[in-house]
């Protein structure tokens, strides 16, 4: 089975802290992203990665930054929190070939509250 | 950008009912996917379709591509069906991004 962990289930931050989410996937996947979900408004898509090294923006990517050093991690950095980052962040890995290609599996997220 | 709307926002039902949810988006998309997310945040991949019909189950997805829908239907429903039903689509144009919904909350009551 696929396992997608994330570093936290639950964490509590001041405003102006740096905070980093870690998420780490043990099925070889070219694919990951990040997204926060909030009430009403659906998950939304931060940044993804196709390759290690390599990012792209997805569709609310200001505040945050990304890290793919390694294949099977993908870092997500709030540089300065602030108390509207206050949300569920999730993870996602996809494979690119395979029998399923572009079906996501999800971290068990990370509850963030910026105090 | 894809606009995806579900429908309905919530629905609450008897167990054993027939539960039919719907989705539907503005632009064409290469798949669609259905989602399930539980308390605690968990969200497993029930179905990706890009045409027809798929069953697993007591789930079923159809997806018809001319009207831009799709419908999950979930037959003899039972109270750990309760969760949240998200639909998402990945657009035409080559990437992997998925544009969601904001979900269905299905309550089932014993």
């Known amino acids: ?115 | 950008k894809n606009e995806v709307e579900q429908s309905p926002q919530n629905l609450t039902a008897q167990e054993g009912e027939f539960i039919t949810i719907n989705c539907s988006y503005s632009v064409g998309i290469s798949a669609l996917h259905w989602l399930q997310q539980h308390p605690g945040g968990g969200i497993v991949s029930l179905f990706m379709l890009s045409s027809g019909k798929k069953k697993h189950g007591r789930l079923i997805a159809t997806i018809n591509i001319q009207e831009k829908h799709s419908s999950l239907h979930i037959t003899a429903s039972h109270p750990r069906d309760s969760a949240v039903y998200i639909c998402a689509v990945r657009d035409n144009f080559g990437n992997e991004k998925l544009t969601f919904g904001t979900g269905t909350r299905l309550t089932i009551i014993p």
């Open chain 1, 1 to 115: 089975d696929v396992k997608v962990t994330q570093s936290s289930r639950y964490l509590v931050k001041r405003t102006g802290e740096k905070v980093f989410l870690e998420c780490v996937q043990d099925m070889d996947h070219e694919n990951m992203f990040w997204y926060r979900q909030d009430p009403g408004l659906g998950l939304r898509l931060i940044y993804f990665s196709y390759d290690v090294k390599m990012k792209e923006k997805g569709d609310i990517p200001e505040g945050y930054s990304v890290s793919r050093e390694k294949k099977e991690r993908f870092s997500l950095i709030l540089e300065s929190a602030s108390t509207n980052q206050t949300s569920m962040y999730l993870c996602a890995s996809s494979p690119v070939l395979g029998p399923q290609p572009d079906t996501q599996y999800f971290g068990p997220g990370t509850r963030l509250t910026v105090l």
